[in-house]
């Protein structure tokens, strides 16, 4: 079974308001990762968070985690009609290579 | 500077016929792997490799072989291809060694459709 779950799996907003997405996980990890989609493309990489950091950011983007919970959100502030895409987190299980996926947010954001 | 690069971009098979799906990258990463995307369920884990020689089975392994002769190539056999392997097929790439929090490269995609 798949290692993260998204939540929500659909999310509409208006251009201009926040986004927050968020990703649970099941075992102990080294990092946990955010990647964009867009529709029919390849993913791209949106930020990386170690297991001993709480908190990431890089420009718009927001990333917290929380070991205790198995759980990290994704923020995307001051949203525009470009960040329509889909959204994933990946997690690599401590003591592995195997980098395992959520099964994604899917983001509108509505000009 | 190419990335990752996958072949063919679309391809139709029967069912019963085998295929190789191509995947390199001039990064000179150690670490390769092999997802498969369908509707709804996200991206799924099939082979993945820490470097030329090594390979290992990730979640959905059964029906695709994999081989890593080099860094740069990381090709995915289907022996005999089935309906249930329709889907997108990724292939990924990120620097290793012994810094194992590097970021993922992927290429954009092989859709394979089986008849």
């Known amino acids: 079974s798949q290692q993260g779950e998204e939540d929500p799996q659909a999310l509409s907003i208006q251009e201009g308001e926040n986004a927050t997405m968020n990703c649970s996980y099941k075992t102990s990890i080294n990092n946990l990762q955010w990647y964009r989609q867009n529709s029919g493309r390849g993913l791209v990489h949106l930020i990386l968070i170690r297991s001993n950091e709480r908190e990431k950011h890089s420009g718009r983007l927001r990333v917290t985690l929380d070991t205790s919970k198995k759980s990290s959100s994704l923020l995307i502030t001051a949203s525009r009609a470009a960040d329509t895409a889909s959204y994933f987190c990946a997690t690599d299980a401590s003591g592995t290579y195997k980098y395992i996926f959520g099964t994604g947010t899917r983001l509108k954001v509505l000009a | 500077n190419a990335g990752v690069t996958q072949t063919p971009k679309f391809q139709v098979l029967k069912t019963g016929q085998s295929m190789t799906l191509q995947c390199a990258q001039d990064m000179n990463h150690e670490y390769m792997s092999w997802y498969r995307q369908d509707p709804g369920m996200g991206l799924r884990l099939i082979h993945y490799s820490v470097g030329a020689g090594i390979t290992d089975q990730g979640e959905v392994p059964n029906g695709y072989n994999v081989s890593r002769s080099t860094t740069e190539d990381f090709p995915l056999r289907l022996l005999s291809a089935a309906p249930s392997q329709t889907s997108v097929y990724f292939c990924?790439?990120?620097?290793?060694?012994?810094?194992?929090?590097?970021?993922?490269?992927f290429g954009n995609g092989t859709r394979l459709t089986v008849t």
């Open positions: 990924a790439s990120s620097y290793s060694g012994t810094e194992r929090s590097s970021p993922l490269h």
